[in-house]
Every structure is written in structure tokens, then in C-alpha cells.
């Protein structure tokens, strides 16, 4: 069993900054990726961003040049800095693993932490 724990999710005003994080713990063999996607009411869950642990890192374009992914200094730890926020960041964020020690390979998710941007 793997576990990821998220946090840093909540309300902030436009223009406005959040910290996401998340860790990722149990049984995990060869971790690939982490990354971040979301999914706001009635629409699709959607890539934000992903990094490798050889960080190769890929953003969704509309968070280009706001958001930024970074692996933590613990180990299989992810965070997401959210600058700039818009209203149409407004979701559910959730934290996403990739384990390649497997065959086939892993992929793991976490409960979600909701993000909330409005005036």
C-alpha cells in the first residue's frame, strides 16, 4: 500500500500564493514522477504539473511561468508553488506517483486538497 499525504490546500484572493505538498510513503519501489493534476466541478481531471526524479518537468500551459514544481528534501516529497492564482484555479488538486519497480507500473493517487480562489 502507498499513502500520499497532501496539504497546503485553501482559500486565497486572486493574485493571491498557496503551497501544496505532498508525501508519499508505504510501499514504494522505484519512483518515477510526481506531479500534480486537478479537477474542477463538472469538468475532467487535467494535468498542472509533473517532475521526474531526474527533474524533467512538464507544466500544463495555462501555469506556465506561475507555478512552479520542485522535489522536496525529503525524500519522495513534491511541492507545487502557486503564485499569480486565478479564479479559474479554483479545484481539487490531487498529488499523483508514478512507480516503475513494478510491472506493470504503479501509479498511486491522493485523497485531493481543494484549492479556492475568490474575492
Known amino acids: 500500500q502507498v499513502q500520499l499525504r497532501e496539504s497546503g490546500g485553501g482559500l486565497v484572493q486572486p493574485g493571491g500564493s498557496l503551497r501544496l505538498s505532498c508525501t508519499a510513503s508505504?510501499?514504494?519501489?522505484?519512483?518515477?514522477?510526481m506531479g500534480w493534476y486537478r479537477q474542477a466541478p463538472g469538468n475532467e481531471r487535467e494535468l498542472v504539473a509533473t517532475i521526474t526524479t531526474r527533474d524533467d518537468i512538464n507544466y500544463a500551459e495555462s501555469v506556465k511561468g506561475r507555478f512552479t514544481i520542485s522535489r522536496g528534501t525529503a525524500e519522495n516529497t513534491v511541492h507545487l508553488q502557486m503564485n499569480s492564482l486565478k479564479p479559474e484555479d479554483t479545484a481539487d488538486y490531487y498529488c499523483?506517483?508514478?512507480?516503475?519497480?513494478?510491472?506493470?507500473?504503479?501509479?498511486?493517487w491522493g485523497q485531493g486538497t481543494q484549492v479556492i480562489v475568490s474575492s
Open positions: 499523483k506517483i508514478i512507480d516503475i519497480g513494478w510491472f506493470p507500473s504503479k501509479v498511486s
Open positions: 508505504g510501499n514504494i519501489r522505484t519512483l518515477y514522477s
